[in-house]
């Protein structure tokens, strides 16, 4: 099979102040979505969906990954990124899943885009304008803290029924002025409660 392409949709969120506070540069939020048959769609229950994945996966990781970069500008203008999927009703969550959980998929993302870190993700079932919400992580380095945001968009006609959407995030950098810390603090604050809880016992 071929992937059946409806429609594609790309929404980019820019922002320029934070609580009255100037965003310098401003951050910029991509997602770009690829509306397609579900070719599961119809079939009642299919035992193995890997034929379909095989056809497909790699060519839609290709498409959807040429576009993120070619929106940002450059694969260096991208710093975190994330996948989604939403299925429309006639479909299974286990359909959303085999869109976007293989290797086929992830690696010609990650090759874009220069990225290292697992590809994180959300995958649901819904109707026409379901919340399309993409999270995010460093594309290098997945536990910093400063680049766990969220993408989101919304396509007024899709996942109809029998297709599903399938969606790439990017940003261009972190949260706005991220300060809650890191691993490394929160460890260091679990170490003095239990001293604290030791002296305490004393």
Request: proline content about 6%.
């Amino acid at each position: 099979m071929t992937l059946q392409l409806r429609t594609m949709h790309i929404t980019i969120d820019e922002i320029h102040t934070e609580i009255g506070r100037p965003v310098d540069p401003p951050l910029k939020r991509v997602v770009v979505a690829a509306v397609l048959a579900n070719p599961w769609a119809g079939r009642g229950y299919v035992e193995d969906l890997r034929p379909e994945i095989l056809d497909f996966a790699n060519d839609l990781g290709t498409l959807l990954s040429d576009r993120l970069v070619a929106t940002f500008g450059s694969a260096d203008a991208i710093e975190a990124y994330g996948k989604c999927s939403v299925v429309g009703v006639d479909g299974e969550l286990e359909h959303a899943n085999a869109m976007v959980h293989t290797l086929l998929f992830g690696n010609p993302i990650r090759d874009a885009v220069d990225g290292a870190a697992t590809l994180v993700f959300a995958n649901t079932r819904g109707g026409p304008g379901s919340p399309i919400v993409v999270p995010l992580v460093h594309k290098g380095e997945m536990l910093r803290r400063t680049h766990y945001h969220t993408a989101t968009a919304s396509i007024p006609d899709a996942p109809r029924a029998d297709e599903v959407v399938v969606a790439l995030g990017g940003a261009s950098g972190s949260r706005p002025f991220p300060r809650i810390g890191n691993r490394d603090l929160d460890n260091a604050d679990i170490a003095a409660a239990a001293a604290a809880a030791v002296d305490a016992e004393r």
